[in-house]
């Protein structure tokens, strides 16, 4: 494994460890640790921060360690950007977890393998481990798809897209958590397949709401804007621990992420750079169901968690017989050209 890793994290030590142990296992050679500090409002901050650097401490396998430790709470946002921004003035690429993003051991070959392989395609951006639930049958054989957004449950990149997207969104942090951009966010036609992820990203791309949409949605909307694309795996990768009260952004007791499953090799990669239709509808469904307005609506309306997954079922059967359809006809159409 040639790719440094990025561990972003907080105050939640039990995590941490968890999300640590994989990396020991992956043993990269470069690690860079980028953790917030406690909140002022918050006395047992200053505890749980403590502990979480102590178990980032803990790096027993030869390994050179950079660290970028916040005296103060940047908050999550800043200490993503800025911190991404620290990584990668020092390195050309990374593979970057949060401290609750627990990945299996072919999340950093797969990562690895990717970032050489992409290295100097153009169109590119992200590499994604995390499946979030994608059938594997709309892969086609392959081990992993071009989208127009991918998941940030661990994740990889190069610093020159990063620096790029920082020029287009150069949200510095000093007057809040503001959108700021230098180019208008459009993303190009034909990336989004379904109205409402083009509403999604209409919406957060004005929202001040940076826990519907924070800067994981600014990333991919600059992608979008540029006409670039990420890289969806056929396996779940990473599974994401930190459903909970101590979450930021994921506070539901009782959940969990899709089981994580390890990927074979050599990887089966796709014949060419280009917009997988049925993984992306599949994609922009999701987003639908935890982000969108009518899952918020539901939500509301309906209290009942089983009346809502079957609702779910319902609507996810007839949108899966959709994108089948669809990307038999654009398949179909590629043929006769």
């Known amino acids: 494994m040639t790719a440094p890793v990025a561990l972003i994290a907080f105050n939640r030590p039990h995590l941490t460890e968890r999300t640590l142990a994989a990396v020991r296992a992956a043993r990269p050679t470069e690690l860079y640790l980028v953790v917030d500090g406690p909140r002022d409002a918050r006395p047992d901050d200053v ?24 005296d103060r ?37 797969y990562a690895d393998e ?6 100097d395609e153009p169109r590119v951006w992200q590499v994604s481990g995390s499946g979030l639930g994608v059938p594997d049958r709309l892969f086609r054989g392959d081990s992993y798809a071009f989208t127009a957004w991918a998941s940030v449950w661990g994740w990889a990149t190069w610093a020159d897209r990063w620096q790029r997207h920082r020029e287009v969104f150069p949200r510095d942090h000093r007057d809040g958590d503001a959108p700021v951009r230098t180019m208008a966010a459009e993303p190009r036609p034909g990336l989004l397949v379904t109205r ?13 709401d940076t826990v519907t949409h924070g800067w994981d949605k600014h990333w991919w909307l600059t992608m979008m804007t540029l006409d670039k694309l990420a890289i969806s795996p056929s396996s779940n990768l990473v599974e994401n621990i930190g459903w909970g009260e101590d979450a930021t952004h994921g506070v539901a007791e009782g959940k969990r992420d899709h089981a ?56 996810n059967s007839r949108a899966g017989a959709t994108a089948h359809r669809v990307a038999s006809q654009l398949r179909e159409k590629g043929r006769r050209a």
């Open 47 to 70: 505890e749980k921060c403590a502990a979480t650097r102590a178990v980032l401490e803990q790096v027993d396998w030869p390994c050179e360690v950079h660290r970028r430790y916040a």
């Open 73 to 109: 709470n940047l908050g999550l946002e800043a200490n993503v950007e800025l911190g991404l921004d620290w990584v990668f003035s020092r390195t050309d690429r990374a593979i970057v977890l949060e401290d609750d993003c627990e990945a299996t051991p072919s999340f950093f070959r």
């Open 114 to 119: 990717l970032l050489e392989r992409y290295r």
């Open 196 to 208: 409402s992820g083009q509403q999604h990203f209409a919406e957060a791309a004005t929202s001040l």
């Open 260 to 315: 994580p499953e390890e990927l074979s090799f050599p990887l089966r990669h796709p014949a060419e750079v280009a917009l997988n239709p049925a993984v992306e509808h599949e994609l922009e469904l999701v987003l639908s169901r935890v982000g969108g307005r009518a899952a918020t609506i539901a939500r509301r309306l309906v209290r009942s968690p089983r009346l809502r997954r079957v609702a779910r079922t319902a609507v």
